[in-house]
């Protein structure tokens, strides 16, 4: 198995993106669950950059070299650091407030020939936030992309703004599917092709994109013939191109998992792409969706009193990151809520996309250094360091696992009550924000730096408050059941 190639275990991320009418805020929501097996999430801010003519942007590996544009534009990272390097697993919200999440799909029919391999895909995701304006202009830089370059993968990329939400699934080789999410409608993907029907007369891709061989090549390869010749009304994405053995426990798990929260009743059948929903939704209805733990735990529980919730959840063993965002008509006040490591052990901080600097103990080198090291991570960065927020979030939720029902309630309990102030005073930022916007941009964005590394930094003191309080619980428990046999 070679570094590039992915594993079945780390295929367990979550997208549930929410049309702008289906939303309390009139605005699209984007929430997503980044799982992979032991990365380290650090954050940046990049700038906008001027480029000069004959500059190239090249894959790691050498695998593409792509002409870079005139200019490309700022962009908050969130980059997942990880053993051998981390190809798919970053995530982007752009200065215009356009993000990108991607989930992993089951392999696709298209033969692994070894022209792909590689790289390739780590500089198409930040390809896009670097290019993009909108949401469309995501997916058309995509299709670009895929049409000279080809890609080396199943994946599905997520591609947000305010207004649209976009599901771009990409087999390997040149050929790929868009859909967007109606604006009424929510939809969830974990780890396999969503899109079905395509309308082919939609010319203007009011809805739809897809790739100029997309039938051909599956007909050229047996995989689909149209009921009536000429006529591909009944050419459905996912069954054509998804490979056997798409079904796998873990996917079919958090489909039924997530569709059930979101409806508040039945699972609907696996591999739905959207529904139109019947309530608004907003960010506190997809926080404990995002922290969803297996179906069977509770049963699991009755035999096995220390079992570990983290199985086939949403929330579960492999989840670095946990980011829901809020978009805004300002891209500024964009709120990007982030829990990490798991969602269920960390609250959802605030951070406003217009932070002129990351909070203190989230990044722990540059964004230049990040770029040229992201292949080759130092083992010294996977040790305990005191002066990074992500070594206590990761020491909180391993002790946690120790004892997770002993420490459930306390952990709860004081993450609701950080979420519930935050939410009220998301408010007050807000107006402070647009009254002093006006009179100085400057200050108006220190005010939303200011805001956002004061709570990131009392999140990660909570953190370590957090692990002292759980070890001394249980060493009191203990000391009290062995007083007891005196």
């Not at 919200?93 to 895909?121: H, I, Q, R, Y």
Request: proline share 4%; hydrophobic share 35%; with cysteine.
């Amino acid at each position: 198995m070679d570094k590039y190639e992915l594993k079945n275990d780390g295929m367990n991320c979550s997208t549930i993106l929410i049309g702008k009418r289906a939303s309390k805020t009139g605005k699209v929501i984007a929430a997503h669950n980044e799982d992979d097996m032991h990365e380290l999430i650090q954050s940046h801010l990049v700038p906008r950059m001027k480029h000069e003519k004959g500059e190239t942007v090249s894959a790691p590996d050498g695998a593409a070299v792509i002409p870079q544009v005139n200019e490309t534009w700022a962009y908050y990272w969130s980059e997942a650091r990880g053993r051998g390097g981390e190809p798919f697993a970053d995530g982007y919200v752009n200065e215009w407030g356009v993000s990108l999440f991607s989930d992993s799909c089951v392999d696709s029919k298209v033969p692994a020939d070894g022209k792909f391999d590689g790289t390739m895909g780590y500089v198409y995701r930040r390809l896009i936030p670097e290019r993009a304006r909108t949401a469309r202009e995501g997916v058309e830089i995509t299709a670009e992309l895929m049409k000279k370059y080809g890609y080396r993968s199943s994946r599905c990329y997520a591609i947000c703004d305010k207004d649209e939400a976009w599901l771009v699934q990409l087999t390997k080789g040149h050929n790929f599917a868009a859909r967007r999410v109606g604006d009424n409608e929510i939809a969830y993907i974990p780890n396999w092709y969503t899109i079905h029907e395509i309308d082919f007369n939609d010319k203007k891709h009011k809805n739809f994109y897809w790739s100029d061989t997309l039938v051909s090549y599956a007909m050229e390869n047996g995989w689909y013939t149209p009921a009536v010749e000429g006529d591909y009304s009944d050419f459905d994405f996912a069954a054509v191109y998804q490979a056997g053995g798409y079904d796998i426990k873990s996917n079919w798990d958090r489909s039924d998992l997530a569709w059930k929260l979101l409806l508040k009743g039945d699972p609907l059948p696996h591999r739905t792409f959207s529904i139109k929903a019947s309530r608004k939704y907003g960010v506190e209805d997809l926080k404990p969706i995002m922290r969803s733990h297996y179906a069977e735990h509770a049963e699991d529980l009755k035999e096995h009193p220390d079992m570990s919730p983290h199985r086939y959840g949403i929330c579960r063993d492999t989840t670095v990151e946990s980011t829901i965002i809020e978009f805004n008509e300002v891209p500024e006040l964009t709120c990007m809520w982030r829990s990490l490591p798991r969602p269920c052990a960390t609250p959802f901080m605030p951070w406003y996309l217009g932070i002129t600097e990351i909070p203190k103990g989230y990044e722990w080198m540059g964004p230049k250094e990040a770029l040229a090291s992201h292949f080759a991570v130092d083992e010294d960065e996977f040790a305990y360091h005191a002066g990074r927020a992500v070594s206590a979030f990761l020491l909180l939720q391993n002790v946690m696992e120790f004892n997770y029902q002993a420490a459930e309630e306390r952990i709860h309990g004081e993450i609701a009550v950080m979420e519930k102030e935050w939410a009220a005073t998301k408010k007050v930022i807000d107006q402070a924000y647009l009254e002093l916007v006006g009179k100085n941009k400057d200050y108006a964005c220190a005010l939303l730096t200011d805001y956002t590394s004061a709570q990131a930094y009392k999140t990660w003191n909570w953190a370590k408050q957090a692990v002292l309080s759980i070890a001394t619980d249980r060493d009191n428990a203990n000391m009290h059941y062995w007083r007891s046999k005196l």
